[in-house]
């Protein structure tokens, strides 16, 4: 499932990120609920988890202004140290339920997947499809489309493909890499997370001319950026006008 997260504390951000990546759910995170709210007007979300201050506003106030742009998107709410008013009153606000921060790994996967189920979108494991910066992420085939293309992935390959657009713009170390794709195994030597990574550069055309930049960061990981079309240079064959 396509979840959004307010989350103003990056390293929890990062933390909940990773696991529900793990539970394979895809998670888009925002620092303040404006950014999301604009986003939430051109693309589709099936869950929205945001800390009870979503770094502009408050919980209430942002439930039904997410409702006006999608109507009965279901909601969780992330509180750190929970008291009885705080959860009275999200709860009066619209929200569907209620997380202690920070979260709980299980506990959260186990509340996110109850939640997904009541609202009716529950969907199997092996058939997500996931559509991220024009590139459609095929979970059953381990194949992505885009353009006019499909190419076929190895089953690392597309967790590291999907770990790479689910986190657009962001740095994503070696070691979240690592847990995500080799499920938290720490002793893959750095070339072989260095050749899948370069494997999908090449699979999947993450060039600038094709509007994707994937770039190694020495001592930490690789983060993959979208290039805007004013930034790219023609190659010297490109036709002028």
């Not at 076929?152 to 967790?159: D, H």
Request: net charge neutral; proline share 9%.
């Amino acid at each position: 499932m396509r979840i959004a997260l307010i989350e103003p504390d990056a390293r929890h951000a990062e933390l909940v990120n990773r696991l529900l990546f793990a539970g394979g759910h895809t998670c888009q995170h925002f620092s303040a609920s404006a950014p999301f709210l604009e986003n939430a007007a051109d693309e589709f979300f099936d869950l929205l988890l945001t800390e009870n201050w979503a770094g502009d506003l408050p919980a209430e106030d942002v439930i039904p202004r997410a409702r006006a742009i999608l109507p009965n998107l279901p909601v969780i709410v992330l509180i750190p140290e929970p008291r009885e008013s705080q959860i009275v009153a999200v709860l009066q606000a619209g929200a569907d339920d209620c997380l202690s921060k920070p979260v709980r790994g299980p506990e959260m996967l186990a509340r996110v997947d109850a939640l997904l189920r009541r609202a009716g979108l529950r969907r199997p494991q092996k058939r997500r499809r996931d559509v991220i910066g024009g590139y459609a992420f095929d979970a059953a085939q381990c194949s992505v489309s885009f353009g006019d293309r499909t190419v076929m992935l190895t089953p690392k390959e597309f967790r590291l493909a999907l770990l790479l657009f689910t986190n657009l713009s962001r740095p994503v170390s070696r070691a979240h890499i690592l847990e995500a794709v080799w499920m938290r195994r720490r002793d893959v030597p750095s070339r072989t997370v260095d050749t899948h990574a370069s494997r999908v550069r090449t699979k999947l055309q993450l060039c600038p001319e094709h509007g994707y930049c994937l770039t190694p960061l020495y001592g930490f990981g690789y983060q993959l950026d979208a290039v805007p079309p004013d930034a790219i240079v023609p190659g010297p064959d490109a036709p002028t006008m």
